[in-house]
């Protein structure tokens, strides 16, 4: 077992739907809610597939559930020994997060006194990403009767299970196939043409026998164990979608022969070995702070699975591949909270990511087009195809029906993603990306700000009116602080780096100017913009205003916290009315600040971070990390801590209330850049990797590995030290 700065663990037996999200295991392709092997009515069931979307009868497409298939029930004769009605004499479940599998140890007495062990693991490959293995021990400990063993595909899985108006069945089972060798089906989804297909294998001593019982598929080996004598069980399954092949049966079939030729144990193995390498680069080691430590590494656990860096075709989700809240949605979290841990300790994974967003850029130009815009508008919320898939209506603090505006109005998504592609390019130097591809994205989301952008003849400037920024709180406002200073951003580098182009490789640039059609008289209006473009930022105070008219809001003060040391809000607020007041759901002025933080001097951020901490709500899970760090570099030290725990336990600790729809992915990201760019302080400078570092008073030091320009630093950080070598990578 591996010791326990590796392990989350759970020792208590019930249905409990935020554990199955804590518990879920993923491998970037494939996530499984951590619901038990029986499955019990009250669970969540969660299985998906990245990429695999339908819309049916849902608002918007969804991330399909589809059919589960670490089904596993005993019977002793023709009793089902379900562990809901037994006597629990012993149970154990862990994360065992150094190698992505997820522990059992049951050990159960039912109501004749019959006393059995099931223990075992299972996982989702980390090297053959279509696979799902399992394996347990069963042990009838005072008992020699018949036993039954049932594993099954249970194809009744749906979508918002639990609420009336909202599930839905996105699929129907085809082609389902049994034979004492294996269970086969596929799920084809309703609306969409996607086809999933499972072939699961039961390796049990014992009879086997299947069927197809229309929605589930069994196959059951019947056992005549000796009292005390362990049965090994083995589940084998396969998954592979028409993403990748229109020969599911056939295709699968030859996963799944090659994966039982090379074993259970050697699969493992491999799968073992992968993980260690992703950890020998990944892992973040804090002493002294036990809690921390591994809150961390459960954030960095989860980062590394829910990405896949094998398809460029799929980004993660806001709720990774861990459960059904945010429809599956991809948002501008992936580019903003996640993707500096991977430019910095998996940079292929970064540019798979940064290619989902060239996938789909021909779908944010014609989202620019449909709205009345040029270049590329991506969509606040994206699914397979690009789409703008943000529902239309949702539900407001009391439960009330309220049309949702992020999909119409939250604009800085095509900025975020500009300015993920230069964050990039400058820790990779992968030059082949950009110009193949990341200068396209550069041109055509500055060219979609040329055409948002208005001018007001009254005041001589630009102006970006009737949006929403990043805190969501106040919606329809003008010229926001943080869309603006990142939209000028965009086209400032569109710009330069076309520059750039221009002197560097003249063949390179005509390249580019033929292929977006760029002219000089669009050139001419970019820098008109860049001039002109509002930005309500008042040297003099320092302090920026939110957007135009945010100071003269009504202003409340946050003074309480609840148990969970989250804000309560202040007395007399109307949750229908956010718009008249001046708390903020999550940051938005620091959030420029923490974006681009070069572009401004540091009383610029201890001013606005005073102002506007003890304003913000933290009711966005995207919040805490921000304020971490640029607590951090202003020297608020002893609330960055808190904040630092805010994020890091935001799903081990339900802080925001809502971990059972899913993990906070953004969250996790966020968690790593606190560690990395608040607690050890690290910038850029001179073209390396620096460190100003301040450690809390408890932590007695912090190692750590970043990828830098294919070279691999390794920092360890003590109170009154900072050591760094630095080696070439291969
Ligand atoms: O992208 C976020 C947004 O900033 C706040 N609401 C939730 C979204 C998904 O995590």
Partial sequence: ????????????????????????????????????????????????????????????????????????????GDEFLNPMECEILEYKRYLDMKHACLHRYLRLKDKKGRITTIQGFRFLSFTRRNLALAKYEIVPENYAEKLYIEHFIDGTTKNSKKNPTEKVKHYTLKNTRVTDKFIYTEAHTRDSNYGVSILSSLEVEGNIFSKDLIDTVTQTAEIFPEKGRKIPVFLY????????????????????????????????????????????????????????????????????SVVNPEDEKVSIAAKGLHGEGYKGHVFWDTEIYMLPFYIFTYPKAARTLLMYRYHTLKAAMDNARKNGYSGAQYSWESADTGEEETPKWGKDYYGDKVRIWTG????????????????YLRATDDWDFFFNYGIKILIETARFWGSRVEYNSKKDRYEINDVIGPDEFHEHVNNNFYTNFLARWNIEKALEYLEFLKKNSQKKYQKIVEESKITGQELNHWKHVINKLHIPWNKETHLIEQFEGYFNLEDKIITEFDDKNMPIWPKGVDLTELNNYQLIKQPD????????????????????????????????????????????????????????????????????????????????????????????????????????????????????KIIYKKELYTVYITKNNVEVTKTPLY
């Fill in 1 to 76: 077992m591996a010791t326990s700065e590796w392990i989350i663990e759970d020792t208590k037996f019930e249905v409990n739907n935020v554990k199955e999200t804590i518990f879920t295991l993923a491998n970037g392709k494939i996530g499984v809610r951590g619901t038990h092997e029986e499955l019990f009515e009250k669970e969540i069931p969660g299985t998906y597939v990245a990429g695999v979307f339908d819309k049916s009868e849902a608002q918007v497409k969804e991330l399909v559930n589809l059919p589960y298939f670490w089904g596993l029930r005993i019977y002793i």
């Fill in 237 to 304: 399954t396969s998954i592979l979608s028409n993403r990748e092949t229109d020969n599911l049966f056939e295709e699968n079939f030859k996963k799944m022969a090659e994966a039982r030729n090379v074993g259970f144990e050697q699969l493992f193995e491999e799968h073992k070995k992968a993980l260690e390498n992703l950890w020998d680069i990944a892992n973040i080691k804090i002493e002294g702070d036990e809690k921390a430590d591994k809150a961390l590494r459960f954030n960095i656990f989860v980062l590394l």
């Fill in 408 to 423: 119409d109005k939250e604009f800085h998504i095509t900025a975020d993603i500009a300015v993920a592609i230069i964050h």
């Fill in 589 to 704: 002025v620091i959030m420029a600040m923490f974006v681009l933080p070069e572009e401004f001097d540091d009383i610029t951020k201890k001013v606005n971070y005073e102002y506007y901490e003890p304003r913000t709500m933290h009711k966005s899970s995207l919040s805490p990390s921000i304020y971490a760090i640029l607590g951090l570099m202003i020297g608020n030290h002893e609330k960055a801590y808190q904040h630092f725990m805010r994020t890091a336990l935001v799903d081990l600790e339900n802080n925001q209330g809502n971990t059972e729809h899913g993990i906070h992915a953004a969250s996790a990201g966020g968690t790593w850049q606190a560690a990395i760019f608040g607690f050890a302080g690290m910038k850029i400078q001179d073209d390396q990797p620096s460190f100003t570092p301040w450690l809390p008073d408890n932590w007695n030091s912090m190692k750590f």
